[in-house]
């Protein structure tokens, strides 16, 4: 939990991160671990979250390019991430 709560500190004090990213991370950071990948449909997650599926996929894409989500690989139609343990262990 401990890496949890390194890395919400880290995305929460980044001025780079939109309104929207953080709801993003915020919904996935309760799913995803560090230590494996988990499938992720970005319709799933715009339904969840009552968002348009183009600001899920920019959301998705800032997150990765900050790189607080690691994208692993496909599987189906959903795509695979992971939290970055590296981000999650810092103080």
């Known amino acids: 939990m401990q890496h949890h ?11 780079d991160i939109t309104l929207e990213a953080l709801r993003v991370f915020t919904y996935l950071s309760r ?27 920019r959301a998705i894409k800032l997150l990765e390019m900050k790189q607080i989500l690691l994208r692993d690989s496909k599987l189906g139609r959903a795509i695979t991430f992971r939290l970055n343990p590296e981000l999650g262990s810092r103080a």
């Open 31 to 57: 799913r995803l671990y560090f230590d494996h990948p988990v499938p992720v449909l970005q319709s799933e997650l715009a339904d969840a979250l009552g968002m348009q599926r183009p600001n899920v996929n």
């Open 5 to 15: 709560d390194h890395l919400s500190r880290a995305v929460s004090t980044d001025r």
